[in-house]
């Protein structure tokens, strides 16, 4: 992309509604623009660090065997009447009417919507295990809407839900889910640490959250220092096979971690006082098994080996796709701007001419500009007449992990400056260099 035809309106002040470090970014870098509270519409850069989560979401969901479908925003209040969840729900569901008077809804999560599905097609045990999953807009009415995307009204979700037939093929779907989120926060540069969470009104012990520790965090959370040294890495995982699935939950799940809202302050003390630990995070994800609430409520059954019908074992696992970009830069930015990892950053490159209108910097900014479309890299190229202080402060604010600064003074040695946007770091190098050294 040009920067000369894109558009990227960069703001050069802070805007004053913006409290936390995310907010204030990507107000600036023009990646989202408020509507209403908590309500955005999302730019060329914003929407492009949106899709490449959505990819890796969709990448690793396919892995472990799970179908994407699409289901509507809009629900009709009978669905949730037939879970009881309609009149519980309260005060952060948008409810609206049709033109005919009929109760309609804007989906704050789907579980009666893909149960409503399940029950119409599904009627044997022969097809599970199912797991199917969408990456869908939701609405709940926030009771204070704030920091940008992290807490919106309306915002992109991941949920999948699984259906089972016995609660053991639950808890391993459960565990294909944590294996699977781990290694998708992990692409996207986080650490996210898997908490044991509130199973709520509905109880139970399966449920834990996944929280990016930030001060910024909304959740209070006490853990064990040893899971921060866990990471998944770039291990192969069998997803069918259910005790490699198990280990994996073990060996992420075993030490303390907990949010305030399961906090153990008696256990917390068996943890070696060097080792504990009290921190803010950001929940960017839940899984949970929660059993047959909806499949008995909603008559989702199937007809097991024995000819009889029983409900399914069912789990819900969602991931704040749209929260995540706020997550992903308070974990990773400084004063100047954002620094995006290398996984979900907007372009791979941005490629700085320090006097446009100059024929051999212009032809060399050209040259980089397509030997990185030919590798099939994304490179933004600042192609405008403006100071280079400017171009400079620009590249730090949208934080791309390279950027390559383009002279006439360095072209007469045949160099090029290339700076790492997480070091700081500046060599000069040939073009050539540069370019195998950011493919
Ligand atoms: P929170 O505790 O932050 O209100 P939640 O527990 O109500 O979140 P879930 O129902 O578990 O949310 O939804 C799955 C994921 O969706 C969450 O882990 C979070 O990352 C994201 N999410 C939830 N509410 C919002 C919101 N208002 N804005 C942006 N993302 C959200
Ligand atoms: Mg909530
Ligand atoms: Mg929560
Ligand atoms: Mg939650």
Not at 51 to 65: D, F, L, P, T
Not at 221 to 229: I, K, L, N, P, W
Not at 396 to 419: A, F, M, S, Y
Request: with cysteine; proline share 4%.
């Amino acid at each position: 992309m040009r920067l000369s035809r894109y558009f990227m309106p960069v703001l050069k002040e802070t805007p004053a509604e913006a409290q936390i470090v995310s907010h204030r970014f990507m107000l600036r870098a023009g990646m989202i623009k408020q509507t209403a509270a908590g309500i955005y519409s999302w730019l060329p850069l914003g929407l492009k660090v949106l899709r490449n989560i959505e990819n890796i979401v969709h990448e690793e969901q396919a892995k472990a065997g799970h179908i994407p479908i699409l289901m509507s925003t809009l629900q009709p209040a009978d669905l949730w009447r037939e879970s009881g969840r309609y009149d519980d729900y309260g005060e952060e569901m948008l409810r609206v009417q049709d033109r005919h008077g009929r109760d309609m809804l804007y989906g704050p999560t789907n579980e009666e919507a893909v149960t409503d599905i399940f029950r119409s097609h599904v009627n044997s045990y022969k097809d599970l295990p199912l797991t199917l999953y969408q990456i869908q807009w939701k609405f709940r009415d926030e009771i204070r809407p704030r920091f940008g995307v992290m807490r919106g009204r309306e915002f992109l979700m991941k949920d999948g839900y699984t259906f089972d037939l016995s609660k053991e093929d639950a808890l391993h779907a459960y565990n294909r889910h944590l294996v699977s989120y781990l290694r998708s926060y992990e692409r996207m540069g986080l650490k996210a640490i898997p908490m044991r969470a509130d199973g709520g009104p509905i109880g139970g012990d399966y449920t834990h959250e996944f929280l990016v520790l930030a001060d910024t965090g909304e959740s209070e959370v006490f853990y064990d220092s040893e899971v921060t040294d866990l990471s998944f890495g770039d291990r192969e995982v069998d997803f069918d096979n259910v005790a490699e699935c198990e280990a994996v939950l073990q060996e992420f799940t075993s030490r303390y971690a907990r949010t305030d809202e399961t906090h153990d302050e008696d256990l917390f003390n068996s943890v070696p006082e060097e080792r504990r630990r009290t921190a803010r995070g950001i929940e960017v994800g839940q899984i949970f098994y929660f059993g047959t609430k909806y499949s008995e409520s909603m008559g989702a059954t199937v007809v097991n080996a024995d000819q009889k019908q029983v409900p399914v074992h069912m789990g819900s696992h969602g991931i704040g796709v749209s929260r995540l970009l706020g997550a992903i830069i308070e974990a990773s930015h400084d004063d100047k701007g954002i620094i995006w990892p290398e996984g979900v950053t907007p372009f791979h490159v941005g490629i700085v001419n320090l006097k446009q209108g100059d024929d051999e910097a212009d032809a060399a900014c050209e040259a980089l500009y397509k030997a990185f479309q030919k590798a099939g890299l994304d490179p933004l190229y600042d192609d405008r007449k403006e100071r280079a202080g400017g171009k400079f402060a620009t590249m730090d604010l949208i934080g791309l992990p390279w950027r390559i600064t383009v002279g006439p003074r360095g072209l007469k040695n045949g160099v090029v400056e290339l700076t790492s946007r997480k070091t700081g770091e500046s060599e000069e190098v040939t073009p050539e260099e540069a370019i195998a050294r950011v493919i």
